[in-house]
């Protein structure tokens, strides 16, 4: 086959197209040279919308081997800006990247942490969609803060702060902004490299020295079950090392909430209680195993547990929360707001905006806290307000919930379990009875034969 000819729009270079699906459709696995005439008709707009479907619907359907799966996502890199950085930061500019939860604040407080330890950490977020939360969306309830950096800007804050935490720009892997909209559009989003290439080229265009995945399992996750989720993980692994960067990854379980808040402005706040030394166990859990493991992928510490020290230090003594303050200053934040949001005793709603009603649900019978359905909850909360059905659609900042109760608790009928911040109009009633249901009380001697509930159920670490 001629691939010189995908060059010119025109008949021929449909055929070669079309010999390239013909050969995924009947499962042969592409070329390095055929997956590199695929993406970069994609990005130069070359190929028909339908053929990039067709090639969409082959890949999902057939698969791709490890190492197309590792063409694919250096083609995708370098379809547009890879980021480079200054010589002396070698070994040291980290990320991580989680594939989605409910409360899920753990950026906001492990990159200051990473930054606090000596890492440099440029941190390309994205927004919430359908019942998953978004980093930028949480940042933007804080007044000023400026998500749109460009690459020199994002250097600029680095070598001042040490991290930043910023929306993917334009000129970043410009191939996956087409492809994950025809994906979208072809209902091939759940396909391992099509995902693989996505969360990794873009991670690749960072150019990372180590990178660490916190990949979800569970009720209010994208793959329910461990095992679909371990298979995604060890893709996403080998395919980072396989483009040279350090990485490892985090199972971790998703049935719930992480911590106790969820909504942009309250999970501000529960991380910026965490940065005061007074987070959640899960939530500091998390931090400190994907934190430690960074460390440890970089050389800073010498394993897993002397990261998790490190990490650990760097929140209880202040060293995150300074870092933290300093990156919001950088990214647009005025002085005085970010320093009354970091100061001891912070009245949070003097600067963030607190929905106008607050309601509280309360025990329907005595019991214990078996468990919080996280997705009902995120559910009910993106219809109030707090999250987007569209990219593009607004998002109300001060809707969200906070848990009272937390698992394995003893609670009474009557008391208050749930503080759900919300707007006008107040939740339906069917709303309120799904809300109801979030919570699973159990008898007494069903919570004695409860194990400690850890989020972290297993590692993968680079090969
Ligand atoms: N996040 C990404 O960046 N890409 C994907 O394909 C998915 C999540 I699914």
């Known amino acids: 086959m001629a691939l010189h000819r995908l060059q010119t729009p025109d008949q021929t270079d449909m055929l070669s197209i079309r010999d390239l699906i013909r050969k995924k459709r009947d499962g042969g696995a592409l070329s390095d040279e055929e997956v590199r005439a695929f993406i970069q008709a994609v990005t130069e707009e070359t190929i028909q919308e339908c053929q990039t479907g067709a090639m969409l619907m082959a890949i999902w359907q057939k698969g791709m081997v490890v190492k197309e799966t590792e063409t694919l996502t250096r083609e995708m890199m370098k379809s547009g800006e890879?980021?480079?950085?200054?010589e002396e930061w070698a070994g040291l500019v980290v990320d991580k990247h989680s594939t989605g939860?409910?409360?899920?604040?753990?950026?906001?407080?492990?990159?200051?942490?990473?930054?606090?330890?000596?890492?440099?950490?440029?941190?390309?977020?994205?927004?919430?969609?359908?019942?998953?939360?978004?980093?930028?969306?949480?940042?933007?309830?804080?007044?000023?803060?400026?998500?749109h950096q460009s690459t020199q800007q994002i250097q600029k804050i680095l070598a001042s702060v040490g991290c930043c935490i910023v929306g993917q720009t334009e000129r970043l892997v410009p191939a996956d902004r087409v492809l994950y909209a025809r994906r979208d559009a072809t209902s091939t989003v759940d396909s391992l490299p099509l995902i693989t290439g996505s969360i990794i080229s873009k991670k690749g265009a960072e150019s990372l020295r180590a990178l660490v995945l916190?990949?979800?399992?569970?009720?209010?996750?994208?793959?329910?079950?461990?095992?679909?989720?371990?298979?995604?993980?060890?893709?996403l692994v080998s395919v980072g090392n396989g483009l040279g960067m350090r990485t490892g990854a985090v199972l971790s379980c998703m049935d719930g909430a992480i911590g106790r808040c969820v909504g942009n402005s309250l999970e501000v706040i529960e991380s910026l209680e965490a940065l005061?030394?007074?987070?959640?166990?899960?939530?500091?859990?998390?931090?400190?195993?994907?934190?430690?493991?960074?460390?440890?992928?970089?050389?800073?510490?010498?394993?897993?547990?002397?990261?998790?020290?490190?990490?650990?230090?760097?929140?209880t003594s202040g060293a995150a929360l300074s870092r933290f303050q300093a990156m919001m200053e950088a990214q647009g934040v005025a002085r005085d707001t970010a320093q009354s949001l970091c100061s001891?005793?912070?009245?949070?709603?003097?600067?963030?905006?607190?929905?106008?009603?607050?309601?509280?649900?309360?025990?329907?019978?005595?019991?214990?806290?078996?468990?919080?359905?996280?997705?009902?909850?995120?559910?009910?909360?993106?219809?109030?307000?707090?999250?987007?059905?569209?990219?593009?659609?607004?998002?109300?900042?001060?809707?969200?919930?906070?848990?009272?109760?937390?698992?394995?608790?003893?609670?009474?009928?009557?008391?208050?379990?749930l503080r759900l911040h919300h707007e006008d109009p107040a939740p339906?009633?069917?709303q309120m009875h799904q809300l109801q249901n979030v919570l699973t009380l159990g008898s007494d001697k069903n919570t004695q034969t409860q194990q400690k509930h850890t989020l972290v159920k297993e590692l993968l670490l680079p090969q």
């Open 276 to 315: 005061k030394g007074k987070g959640p166990e899960d939530l500091m859990e998390l931090v400190t195993t994907l934190g430690g493991m960074l460390l440890m992928m970089t050389g800073l510490a010498s394993d897993l547990s002397g990261g998790r020290k490190q990490i650990s230090d760097a929140v």
């Open 82 to 86: 890879v980021m480079s950085w200054p």
């Open 101 to 147: 939860g409910v409360g899920d604040k753990v950026s906001l407080v492990l990159a200051p942490a990473l930054a606090a330890c000596g890492c440099k950490v440029p941190m390309i977020s994205g927004r919430g969609l359908a019942h998953t939360g978004g980093t930028l969306d949480k940042l933007e309830s804080i007044p000023g803060f400026n998500i």
């Open 428 to 430: 339906t009633p069917q």
């Open 344 to 417: 001891a005793h912070s009245d949070y709603h003097r600067v963030l905006r607190k929905a106008a009603h607050q309601t509280e649900l309360t025990a329907p019978a005595d019991g214990a806290v078996l468990g919080v359905d996280g997705l009902v909850l995120a559910e009910v909360l993106h219809k109030l307000g707090a999250g987007r059905s569209k990219v593009g659609e607004p998002v109300n900042h001060s809707v969200g919930a906070e848990l009272l109760v937390s698992q394995g608790q003893m609670v009474k009928k009557g008391v208050p379990w």
């Open 214 to 235: 916190d990949v979800k399992f569970g009720r209010a996750a994208l793959y329910k079950d461990l095992s679909s989720a371990k298979e995604l993980a060890q893709s």
